[in-house]
């Protein structure tokens, strides 16, 4: 590989608080040579390649903390291949994947599998999860310490939670001793029982079944309260009411530590998006009240929220063809991800170095990986982006396999224009 | 391309009827219209009219029903229409098809009308994106069933003279309840006050929005009201945990002549039937013709059933 100089290009790297115009140079292994306005040509080699940027931005390629592929078992909604295009052409190079695939990621040998089948077809970084308890059952930890030892960044089942709270207590004592992150889907099952859509006038209006948020907020309670005992690395996949933000803010300002992470759907859509029946909407955590929506964007800004996620679920069309209440859940996202987070940007809701910031040091740091950075030695992981560029999203367009977007036909405004992973060029729009 | 879009424009796009939400007073009021001249025909010796003649009207009834089935079956019927009642419990549904591949299934058949009942809210919506022919919603999960609502106030029209400015009850497990839901609607848009009395268990979230009072005290919810529409309380729902006991229940929110007495007094008394008496309504009291209107709801269902056929079947 040839040195390169990428050249005019205002650099935006919240991990080394840089926002300047200036270059970044590429060495021949890929790593970040020299970055900054201080960089100039003849900080190369004479043969360097060189790519005038024309003054749009570099950010780090983004790390996405949650997004579904389909292998094994669900290829049909999406696999390594589709997976990777999608995220690169929106900007994202490394993703950390779920365990609820079929079999699920609960053993050495399926570990060893999906690390094989990824270095073969995927062109990402990706971080693969396992499942926190046996089967996604709730019942028996998973082995925490040998699925590590083999490449696990982290421990989630996912959409389902510990329901029984000793588990969950057994589980945080273990993972503390051993440093392993736990990632929680903060669920009362009990209290969400048949719910699909957030309780309130949008459900009655539907008659659908609601799900309060004290669903959600009673377990990242009771979580907390068992950290307070059993201080391991946890993190909150992803929190949608204003209700849980001030438990949160009640728990962090008593120095607890812990990470919460926050679906993009969450920050941009609201119950009423969901009108007559959209089952694309029907989403896990569900869509709440305008008010929550803002509440999660003050949070961001805040800190209390430390990273944004896709929440990419591929669904294909069967699943979503029926009536609301029997429908799949969830939605893609992973190529929309930067964009839809952008309007936050450009409605002036969030400062833009705030949300390049959880989306790319933040869950970098969360997960122990060094990625999210475009400091001097660190891989060159690279998105370059047209802050201002319109189009209108229209799923057929876009490169995961399923079509389910959450956001079909809106007008987003940012694109991504080409995405480097190690150095390499991996995708130019 | 052109020409595919071409022939999507020409395409017929058929009227549904999925809910009281998406009327016009206007188009409820005409329904209204509709359905009067249909009571006395009904009354008649003769009853049947050739108004559907040539036209195919499937029931296609997901959930168990007495009254709404045999309603509509006979409404199609005394219009002239061929009706047929699919018995799901014995189709493929329940090999597995789903509702979008019954629907295209059915719609190769070339009907005019599919009425559908479903347990699952908003179904009937889905069924109308996939079909080419009139959609009518018989009931839908705990969201709609406006041919209920309209028969219901078809009954008030015909007893009261008018809805304006009436005062009606609407009482029980609302939160489970499409006929609570279209009845609010309808009620409202043709200018009634309504309250809703139910035990805070069954009372749904932000009922309040949907334009009504909502009360937990049988004694205040029924002060003044025209009209007390009382609702099916479920077997499964009277014990456990969304209520102590039938007997609880009885006790608070049971209507007895006792408890009439705190509303109007002349008020009516209706009930969508099936009745459990003893549990939501006093036995006596249900049968009681000077009060009750049970009946002639179910006799001018066949009414409102009629016109609703006669003008969404093009």
Not at chain 1, 247 to 262: A, D
Request: charged fraction near 25%.
């Amino acid at each position: 590989m040839k040195e390169k100089i990428l050249i005019n290009a205002r650099i935006l790297d919240p991990s080394q608080k840089m926002d300047e115009k200036g270059s970044v140079v590429i060495d021949e292994k890929g790593k970040i040579k020299a970055i900054g306005k201080d960089v100039k040509k003849s900080d190369t080699t004479s043969s360097a390649e060189i790519l005038d940027l024309k003054n749009h931005i570099i950010i780090p390629g983004i790390v996405d903390m949650k997004a579904f592929v389909g292998e094994p078992g669900y290829e049909y909604k999406e696999n390594f291949r589709t997976l990777s295009q999608a995220a690169l052409s929106g900007g994202v190079t490394s993703v950390v994947t779920m365990p609820n695939t079929k079999p699920i990621i609960d053993n050495v040998s399926m570990v060893d599998f999906i690390i094989r089948r990824g270095r073969d077809k995927a062109s990402i970084n990706l971080f693969p999860c396992a499942s926190l308890t046996r089967e996604m059952s709730g019942k028996e930890m998973s082995e925490f310490g040998l699925l590590s030892a083999k490449g696990i960044i982290g421990f989630t089942d996912v959409v389902k939670t510990v329901q029984n709270t000793e588990t969950m207590a057994k589980i945080m004592d273990y993972a503390s001793d051993i440093g392993v992150l736990i990632m929680q889907h903060t669920e009362d099952f009990e209290l969400s029982k048949g719910g699909c859509i957030n309780d309130g006038e949008v459900s009655t209006r539907l008659g659908l079944e609601g799900i309060s948020y004290i669903a959600e907020k009673i377990i990242i309670e009771r979580d907390l309260s068992l950290l307070g005992e059993f201080p391991c690395r946890y993190h909150v996949n992803q929190i949608s009411s204003k209700e849980s933000l001030d438990v949160i803010k009640r728990n962090k300002e008593k120095g607890l530590k812990f990470s919460v992470g926050v679906s993009i759907n969450n920050l941009s859509l609201n119950e009423n998006d969901i009108g007559d029946f959209k089952t694309f909407l029907k989403l896990s955590p569900p869509l709440r009240l305008e008010n929550d929506r803002i509440a999660l964007v003050e949070g961001i800004k805040s800190g209390l929220i430390d990273v944004i996620v896709s929440d990419h679920t591929p669904e294909d069309e069967e699943g979503k063809r029926l009536p609301f209440a029997q429908a799949a859940t969830g939605a893609i996202g992973i190529e929309t991800l930067l964009p839809l987070a952008l309007e936050m940007h450009h409605n002036e809701s969030l400062p833009l170095s705030k949300i390049i910031e959880t989306l790319t040091i933040n869950p970098a740091k969360i997960l122990k990986i060094n990625k999210g950075t475009l400091k001097k030695g660190s891989d060159a992981d690279i998105c370059v982006l047209d802050l201002d560029k319109p189009w209108v999203v229209n799923a057929n367009d876009l490169k995961s396999k399923s079509k389910n977007s959450a956001i079909e036909g809106r007008k987003l405004q940012g694109k991504v224009l080409m995405t480097f992973l190690n150095g390499e060029l991996a995708f130019k729009s | 391309m052109a020409v595919k879009k071409n022939t999507l424009a020409i395409k017929d796009h058929p009227k549904h009827l999925l809910g009281i939400q998406n009327l016009s007073i206007q188009e409820a009021k005409n329904i209204l219209e509709e359905a009067k001249s249909f009571i006395k025909l009904n009354r008649s010796p003769s009853k049947k009219l050739d108004i559907l003649r040539g036209k195919t009207q499937i029931n296609l009834f997901f959930e168990p029903s007495t009254r709404t089935q045999s309603s509509f079956d006979l409404a199609g019927k005394r219009l002239g229409a061929d009706v047929m009642t699919m018995n799901v419990a014995n189709s493929a549904l329940k090999k597995g098809e789903t509702l979008i591949d019954t629907a295209m299934t059915l719609n190769a058949m070339h009907p005019d009308i599919i009425v559908i009942r479903h347990q699952d809210s908003g179904a009937p919506n889905l069924l109308s994106q996939k079909v080419n022919c009139t959609v009518i919603n018989a009931g839908d999960g705990r969201r709609e069933h406006p041919t209920q609502a309209l028969l219901d106030a078809l009954t008030i029209i015909n007893r009261k003279g008018k809805i304006e400015g009436l005062k009606i009850a609407i009482c029980g497990d609302i939160l489970h309840s499409r006929v609570a839901r279209s009845n609010i609607y309808l009620m409202n848009m043709l200018g009634a006050e309504v309250n809703v009395i139910a035990p805070k268990t069954l009372m749904p979230k932000s009922i309040e929005r949907l334009g009504v009072k909502s009360f937990t005290d049988m004694k205040k919810g029924l002060n003044g009201c025209d009209i007390v529409m009382m609702l099916r309380l479920q077997n499964e729902r009277m014990q456990g945990s969304f209520l102590p006991s039938k007997r609880e229940y009885y006790e608070f929110y049971g209507l007895t002549s006792e408890k009439l007495k705190f509303a109007s007094q002349d008020a009516l008394i209706m009930h969508p039937g099936p009745m459990n008496r003893g549990v939501e309504i006093d036995t006596k009291l249900a049968d009681d013709i000077n009060v009750s209107l049970v009946k002639e709801q179910v006799e001018l269902g066949v009414a409102v059933r009629m016109a609703c056929l006669k003008l969404y079947c093009k």
